[in-house]
C-alpha cells in the first residue's frame, strides 16, 4: 500500500510540475539544426557527392540475380 501511494505522488509530481522545454522551444531546436543540416550540405554537398561517385565507379557491379 505505502509503495502505491509513493509511486502515486511521484507520478502526480512528474504530470504536474512544467518542467522541460514547450512547443516553441522545441520549434526552435528544429529550425536551428534544419539551418545547420542544410549549410552543412551546401558547404559539402559537392565533396560527397564525389566521394560515392569515386566509390561507385572503384567498386565492381554486383551480378544479376
Known sequence: MI???IWTEWLK???SGE???GLAEYALLLFVIA???A???GTFGGNIVN???D???E???APSP
Do not use: E, R, Y
Request: no cysteine; proline share 4%.
Open 39 to 41: 549549410g552543412i550540405i
Open 19 to 21: 518542467q522541460g522545454a
Open 55 to 57: 566509390a561507385s565507379t
Open 51 to 53: 566521394a560515392f561517385t
Open 35 to 37: 539551418v545547420a543540416a
Open 59 to 61: 567498386l565492381p557491379a
Open 13 to 15: 509530481a512528474k504530470l
Open 3 to 5: 509503495k502505491m501511494v
